[in-house]
């Protein structure tokens, strides 16, 4: 899930750092992130900013990156309009532009009043084919009016009854936008076939439809749903990248990569974390950072008993090559702005 990072900051304000890897008791100097990535193996990038990223920031990852998606519009309450787009998004869709990006726009059901996903607020649209038809008009001509490439539809926290209505609001989508336009779908990972069924994906009519599945290979494990682990691991990455294979092409498929990680505390709420703040914490506190190898993360566990995992640019470059091997169209970042500079290929 594109989650709050930090968590008190919202995905359509915020959702959230990437370099080599740390000593025994400190983050290491970094070397040159290209260094840690496989020989360029093709893969298109994508890397989702929040509306408040700045200039600087989407500059400093150009030469790693081939869209920008943006988040993005939101879903109403009531399931039958969506926001307008804010002046810093229309101003990262020309910085994406002058730096030879594609720019792409996220539609969501993320809640800022709820502080995570609008189940009640996908269901109305998803489930009232008027509701579907007029949102789909209203994004289209946002898309239209404004020169963005593309939409990227990320809608979750669904359930098995919604996987219809996404098909169709895909279908309403495609049938509106520009002929340029590229469609996307950001698909929560899941193991099989059943669990994407019950999340409301219904992988192969929605690959009829759009260009890009966007597989949201990470928060294996968070702080509010889990124990300690990975937020993505190499193996569980595998899996749902495997069970969603059985109905998308890999030539359609995007692995997720977080740039993000979470805190465990032995009391109270964990939280998220940007990658050098946890290198920061771990720095403090003289503790040892350790490479999982088979997980291709960061863990460390503070004096106080907090735990840590995080994803950095040694993860990316694991992730890389997972996408490489897999013969997969490419990787999508979570996010420009938490994770390190993303590498240019080569």
Excluded: I
């Amino acid at each position: 899930m594109h989650r709050p990072l930090p968590r008190a900051t919202p995905v359509l304000t915020a959702l959230l750092a990437l370099l080599l890897p740390l000593t025994l008791t400190a983050p290491a100097p970094a070397a040159e992130p290209a260094a840690l990535a496989a020989d360029d193996p093709g893969l298109v990038v994508t890397g989702y900013a929040v509306g408040s990223a700045s200039d600087r920031l989407v500059a400093r990852n150009a030469a790693g990156l081939d869209t920008l998606t943006v988040a993005g519009v939101g879903l109403h309450a009531d399931g039958d309009g969506v926001g307008r787009p804010t002046a810093d998004m229309t101003r990262l869709l020309r910085t994406a532009h002058a730096e030879g990006l594609r720019a792409e726009l996220v539609l969501s059901n993320y809640s800022n009043r709820l502080g995570g996903f609008d189940t009640r607020a996908v269901g109305r649209l998803l489930l009232e084919p008027a509701h579907v038809r007029h949102v789909a008009r209203v994004v289209a001509r946002v898309v239209t009016d404004q020169g963005w490439d593309g939409v990227n539809v990320d809608l979750e926290s669904m359930r098995r009854r919604h996987g219809r209505g996404l098909v169709s609001l895909l279908e309403a989508l495609r049938a509106r936008l520009p002929q340029s336009a590229a469609l996307s779908v950001d698909v929560s990972a899941r193991t099989s076939r059943e669990g994407y069924l019950e999340g409301g994906y219904r992988l192969g009519e929605v690959a009829d439809v759009v260009d890009l599945v966007q597989l949201m290979t990470y928060d294996q494990h968070g702080p509010t749903w889990s124990g300690p682990g990975p937020v993505g691991g190499l193996d569980w990455q595998r899996r749902s990248v495997t069970a969603a294979l059985e109905q998308v092409p890999a030539a359609m498929l995007d692995l997720g990569v977080a740039g993000y990680g979470y805190t465990w505390p032995r009391r109270g709420t964990g939280h998220t974390v940007l990658v050098r703040r946890a290198r920061q914490l771990v720095e403090a506190d003289g503790a040892t950072a350790r490479w999982r190898a088979a997980e291709g993360e960061w863990t460390a566990r503070l004096s106080d008993g907090t735990r840590l995992w995080w994803s950095d640019a040694r993860s990316y470059a694991v992730r890389r090559d997972l996408a490489a091997e897999l013969g997969l169209h490419g990787l999508a970042v979570w996010r420009v702005g938490s994770a390190d500079t993303l590498p240019a290929p080569g």
